[in-house]
């Protein structure tokens, strides 16, 4: 498979580089971006070019030659899906499994292959994503019984683009690092459309050689990408945004239930908002729906509790006080005994709106 693209960076890697040519297609700068890169199904000839980093090109090219077009990619949920779904679909040779099968159907008519276990997909791939739900899940796909780890050997890397903490990330990181596979962990900031428009975030930490490798992968699914170092960064810096941002949805359902309760007109809120100093993506986004109590699902309820509650654990564990953090968790623990769990998490809103009907005697 080859395809040709436009980098961000002039530079172009030389021929070591271009053995990457059968495994990655790198997406064009998110200014000049037309969907989809390499039209799916036809899978045309193209040029290799991927952002270059000086210090580690050549580590990077090396490990290059090893590699082939076969990329395995582990759950396929609400996110997971669509991210696949972009690489099927930039034209790379995909191999999917997920544990109700159903869900990989899509992506096999897409011209995906399946496997029957992560240990299966692993032994049959160069390099494995996996996108879990929560830390167990991650911990189990990755080690467990017919666990991705059990299929990975020397020259091949593991990606965990799922939100887990630090100590989960650097249980699989060891795990894998001890088959002689390279780890590196991606988790994503960004929800169901971003995901689907290939707008993703990717904050990555861990092997840096896998990082370039994998780079041209990464600008198909994404818009940017952080290296942040050693394993544990990344999920770090993804709790803190998630933190952020569900303490900011909890503050932004307070002010749509108080402009109406003082005879305001909570859609002229949104659209202040907007224009201010504070505007934000999510307001305008989620604002309406809110409004008219519809909460489709782009990031789950109950995964912006774990991430809060996971956060928590990141503060404590270096004395940091989270005071407003603490306050939205216990918001979103409220919507969750309120069977709100799977809708989008700005449903959290259903929390105080509960706890205005039913006042404490």
């Known amino acids: 498979m080859s395809c040709l693209v436009k980098s961000n960076y002039s530079h172009q890697l030389s021929s070591t580089a271009m053995a990457m040519c059968s495994s990655f297609c790198p997406q064009i700068p998110n200014q000049l971006r037309a969907r989809p890169i390499c039209p799916f199904p036809t899978k045309p000839q193209f040029t290799l070019s991927v952002k270059a980093f000086s210090s580690e090109t050549s580590n990077a090219s090396s490990k290059a030659d090893g590699m082939s077009a076969r990329i395995g990619f582990l759950g396929l949920g609400i996110m997971g899906s669509p991210m696949a779904q972009n690489l099927i679909k930039a034209g790379c040779d995909v191999t999917v499994w997920n544990r109700t099968k159903i869900k990989c159907d899509p ?35 990755a080690c467990g019984e017919h666990g991705a780890a059990s299929g990975m050997s020397s020259g091949k890397g593991y990606v965990d683009v799922s939100t887990v903490d630090g100590a989960t990330s650097k249980l699989i990181s060891g795990r894998i690092n001890a088959t002689g596979a390279s780890f590196l962990e991606a988790p994503v900031s960004g929800s169901k459309k971003p995901a689907e428009d290939g707008q993703l975030i990717f904050l990555t930490a861990g092997d840096k050689s896998l990082y370039e490798l994998v780079a ?40 749509l239930l108080l402009s109406e309760k003082v005879g305001l007109d909570p859609s002229v809120l949104v659209e ?40 928590l654990g990141l503060a404590e564990s270096v004395s940091q006080p989270t005071p407003i953090a603490a306050a939205a968790n216990e918001l979103y623990k409220v919507a969750k005994s309120h069977g709100l769990s799977d809708q989008d998490f700005s449903a959290v809103i259903e929390a105080l709106k509960a706890k205005l009907q039913n006042p404490p005697k």
């Open 107 to 141: 992506l096999i008519s897409l011209g995906a292959k399946y496997k029957s276990s992560p240990q299966e997909v692993a032994a049959s791939c160069d390099v494995t994503f996996a996108m879990l739900a929560n830390p167990e899940s991650a911990l189990e796909v």
């Open 216 to 255: 041209p992968l990464l600008d198909i699914m994404g818009k940017s990408r952080f290296y942040l170092g050693d394993v544990g960064n990344g999920a770090a810096m993804k709790l803190v945004v998630n933190m952020i941002m569900g303490s900011m949805m909890a503050s932004f359902s307070e002010g």
């Open 272 to 311: 202040v908002v907007s224009q201010g100093a504070i505007s934000s993506p999510m307001y305008s986004t989620k604002g309406p729906s809110m409004i008219q109590s519809t909460y489709p699902t782009a990031f789950p309820l109950k995964h912006q509790q774990k991430d809060l509650r996971l956060a």
